[in-house]
C-alpha cells in the first residue's frame, strides 16, 4: 500500500474516480494500546467490525493478542495472518464443521454457547476422531442476554439466554470444560458505562442462581468511539465501572475479565475519499453510499464527519444529503453533512470515522464497489485517543448508583 501524508495530496495525485480507502495504521496501534495498557483485563478484537489483515496485523504489534472470531472465513483469516493469536469463536450458532475445523485445525479452544443444542454440538465436534474420547482442553463461555437500552445499535433480541435458562447451562456447561466464562454484549455505541453496570448485575444474578465456579466474565464489545452527534464519556469511566462491579461478582479468585472492542479498536483506522459526480440542491450524487461503506448513514442514520478536499470553495457551510452510486432510492443518506455551500460535480470529500462496520461493509451490488486502499499519515478527523479529550479533574469521580 502507498503512504500519503493526508486525503488532498491522495485526491491531487489520483483524481479518483472511485472512492479511495485511507487507511491510519498509527490511530489503530494507537488505540490498541490505549486498551491493552488501560482495560483491567485481557482485549480481544472482535474481528466483525473490519477484517482487513493489515489492521490486524497493526493491532496485533500493538499488543492485542486475542481475537473473537465469528465465522469459519474469520478463524483462517486470523490464522494466515497471525499464526500465534489466540482465536475465540464468540458466535452462538455455529455449523458442526466450522468448529471441528475452527478446534481440530486452527487450535481454537473456546466458543460461546447460548442453547443446550450448541453446548451438545460443540462437545460433539471436538471429540478425538480416533478415539472418539471428548476434548479435555474445551474453554466455553455462556452468552447472557442483557439490555441494548444505552447502545445505538442493539444486539439484544437475538443471542443469549435469559437468566432463566442461564442457571441450568451453566450447569451443564460447567460438565464440559475445566473453563468456564459468561460473556454478554451490551449493543453497539454504548453511551453510557452504565450499560455494563446492568449487564454485569444481570451476571452476578446467573452465577448466583447456577452456583458454579466461573473462571472467566466476558464484557463484549460496545465500547464507543466518536462521531459528530455521539460524543461518549471518557473510556476510562466505562474501564473503572466494569473494574468495580467484576470485583464484586462471585466469581473463582483467578478468574479473569474479558473484553472484545471492535469498534472503539477500528473505527479511528480508516476515512475516504469520494468523488462529486452530480448536485441537485443540497443534495450530492457522490460514488460511495448505502451498499459501500456508507450503510450505516443509510440504514441507521449515523452522521459520520465530512470535510471538502478543495481549496477554491469560498462560500459558508451548508448542509447536504448524499445520494450513492446505485439505481436504488434507499442509496440515501440524509445526514445532514455540512458542506461549503459552492461544493460541485467534480469536487472530492472526505467521509470520516469508517474504519468499524463502514470500509468492511462495502459490497459490489449494482457493479459499484471498487475502492483502492492507501496509507495516510495525517490524524483521523476525530479521535478518543489523540489525547485532545483529557477528562477534567473535576469531572474525575463516576458516581455510581
Ligand atoms: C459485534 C461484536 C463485538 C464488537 O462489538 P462493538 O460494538 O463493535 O465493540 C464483540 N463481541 C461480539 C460477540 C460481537 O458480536
Given at each position: 500500500m502507498r503512504t500519503f501524508p493526508d486525503a488532498k495530496s491522495v485526491a491531487r495525485a489520483f483524481e479518483p474516480e472511485e472512492p479511495v480507502i485511507l487507511n491510519r495504521p498509527h490511530a489503530a496501534r494507537r488505540a490498541a494500546r490505549f486498551f491493552v495498557d488501560r482495560f483491567p483485563g485481557k482485549v480481544l478484537y472482535a474481528v466483525k467490525a473490519n477484517p482487513a489483515p493489515d489492521l490486524i496485523e497493526a493491532l496485533w504489534n500493538a499488543g492485542v493478542t486475542h481475537y473473537d472470531v465469528a465465522s469459519i472465513a474469520e478463524v483462517r483469516l486470523v490464522r494466515t495472518a497471525l499464526p500465534n493469536a489466540v482465536l475465540c469463536f464468540m458466535h452462538p450458532i455455529k455449523t458442526r464443521s466450522a468448529i471441528a475445523e475452527a478446534y481440530h485445525q486452527h487450535g481454537v479452544k473456546t466458543f460461546s454457547l447460548d442453547t443446550f443444542e450448541e453446548l451438545d454440538k460443540i462437545v460433539d465436534a471436538c471429540r478425538d476422531p480416533e478415539t472418539g474420547d471428548p476434548a479435555s482442553d474445551l474453554r466455553l463461555c455462556v452468552r447472557l442476554r442483557v439490555s441494548s437500552e444505552h447502545a445505538q445499535l442493539s444486539l439484544a433480541a437475538k443471542f443469549g439466554c435469559d437468566l432463566t435458562e442461564a442457571p441450568a447451562l451453566l450447569?451443564?456447561?460447567?460438565?464440559?470444560?475445566?473453563?468456564?466464562?459468561?460473556?454478554?454484549?451490551?449493543?453497539?455505541?454504548?453511551?453510557?458505562?452504565?450499560?455494563?453496570?446492568?449487564?454485569?448485575?444481570?451476571?452476578?444474578?446467573?452465577?448466583?442462581?447456577?452456583?458454579?465456579?466461573?473462571?472467566?466474565?466476558?464484557?463484549?464489545?460496545?465500547?464507543?468511539?466518536?462521531?459528530?452527534?455521539?460524543?461518549?464519556?471518557?473510556?476510562?469511566?466505562?474501564?473503572?465501572?466494569?473494574?468495580?462491579?467484576?470485583?464484586?461478582?462471585?466469581?473463582?479468585?483467578?478468574?479473569?475479565?474479558?473484553?472484545?472492542?471492535?469498534?472503539?479498536?477500528?473505527?479511528?483506522?480508516?476515512?475516504?475519499?469520494?468523488?462529486?459526480?452530480?448536485?441537485?440542491?443540497?443534495?450530492?450524487?457522490?460514488?460511495?453510499?448505502?451498499?459501500?461503506?456508507?450503510?450505516?448513514?443509510?440504514?441507521?442514520?449515523?452522521?459520520?464527519?465530512?470535510?471538502?478536499?478543495?481549496?477554491?470553495?469560498?462560500?459558508?457551510?451548508?448542509?447536504?444529503?448524499?445520494?450513492?452510486?446505485?439505481?436504488?432510492?434507499?442509496?440515501?443518506?440524509?445526514?445532514?453533512?455540512?458542506?461549503?455551500?459552492?461544493?460541485?460535480?467534480?469536487?472530492?470529500?472526505?467521509?470520516?470515522?469508517?474504519?468499524?462496520?463502514?470500509?468492511?461493509?462495502?459490497?459490489?451490488?449494482?457493479?459499484?464497489?471498487?475502492?483502492?486502499?492507501?496509507?495516510?499519515?495525517?490524524?483521523?478527523?476525530?479521535?478518543?485517543?489523540?489525547?485532545?479529550?483529557?477528562?477534567?479533574?473535576?469531572?474525575?469521580?463516576?458516581?455510581?448508583?
Open positions: 450447569q451443564q456447561a460447567r460438565q464440559h470444560c475445566d473453563w468456564l466464562g459468561v460473556c454478554f454484549h451490551v449493543g453497539s455505541q454504548a453511551m453510557s458505562p452504565f450499560a455494563f453496570v446492568q449487564a454485569l448485575d444481570r451476571t452476578r444474578a446467573a452465577i448466583a442462581e447456577a452456583s458454579v465456579v466461573i473462571d472467566m466474565v466476558d464484557v463484549g464489545g460496545g465500547f464507543p468511539s466518536i462521531y459528530p452527534d455521539l460524543e461518549p464519556p471518557p473510556l476510562e469511566d466505562y474501564f473503572q465501572i466494569i473494574h468495580q462491579h467484576f470485583y464484586a461478582l462471585p466469581i473463582a479468585y483467578n478468574a479473569e475479565l474479558w473484553c472484545e472492542p471492535g469498534r472503539a479498536l477500528a473505527a479511528e483506522y480508516s476515512s475516504m475519499i469520494v468523488r462529486v459526480d452530480k448536485r441537485r440542491g443540497t443534495e450530492l450524487y457522490i460514488n460511495d453510499g448505502a451498499y459501500g461503506a456508507l450503510y450505516d448513514a443509510a440504514h441507521v442514520d449515523w452522521r459520520f464527519p465530512v470535510v471538502a478536499l478543495e481549496d477554491d470553495l469560498r462560500d459558508g457551510e451548508q448542509d447536504f444529503a448524499f445520494y450513492g452510486p446505485t439505481c436504488d432510492d434507499a442509496d440515501y443518506m440524509a445526514g445532514p453533512f455540512p458542506l461549503p455551500g459552492d461544493i460541485q460535480a467534480g469536487d472530492y470529500i472526505e467521509i470520516g470515522m469508517l474504519g468499524a462496520y463502514g470500509a468492511a461493509m462495502k459490497t459490489g451490488f449494482n457493479g459499484f464497489g471498487d475502492a483502492q486502499c492507501v496509507i495516510v499519515e495525517d490524524e483521523p478527523m476525530m479521535s478518543l485517543f489523540d489525547g485532545s479529550r483529557r477528562r477534567e479533574a473535576s469531572d474525575n469521580v463516576v458516581s455510581l448508583r
